[in-house]
């Protein structure tokens, strides 16, 4: 089966910067897509940014500020993020579009990591 595991949330202060990581990992013959949604309390989880082998898309309130990569194996996704905001305070999700070994596709989320921004 195919897994992700996100890591580098914590707490900054408005102003500063954190870098997210995504690692997928399991019965993997490629990684189609890749993508960050957040989800803060009460709100609906919201696309952030994603990737593809060729495209890169990002929600109006991060451009400028958020960026999103990929390793050139392409099986970990980082976002970038400076000049972090109060609003962007949430529980940031890593989504992977995969095509297994035997060529079924799935999609597959990670189990989120907290980014708290205080002002």
């Known amino acids: 089966q195919v897994h992700v595991v996100e890591s580098g949330g914590g707490l900054v202060q408005a102003g500063g910067s954190l870098r997210l990581s995504c690692a997928a990992s399991?019965?993997?013959?490629?990684?189609?897509?890749m993508a960050w949604y957040r989800q803060a309390p009460g709100k609906q989880r919201d696309l952030v940014a994603g990737i593809t082998s060729i495209t890169t898309d990002y929600v109006d309130s991060v451009k400028g500020r958020f960026t999103i990569s990929r390793d050139n194996a392409e099986n970990t996704v980082y976002l970038q993020m400076n000049s972090l905001k109060p609003e962007d305070t949430a529980v940031y999700y890593c989504?992977?579009?995969?095509?297994?070994?035997?060529?079924?596709?799935?999609?597959?989320w990670g189990q989120g990591t907290l980014v708290t921004v205080s002002s």
């Open positions: 399991g019965n993997i013959f490629s990684i189609d897509l």
């Open positions: 989504k992977a579009v995969a095509t297994t070994l035997q060529r079924r596709a799935l999609e597959v």
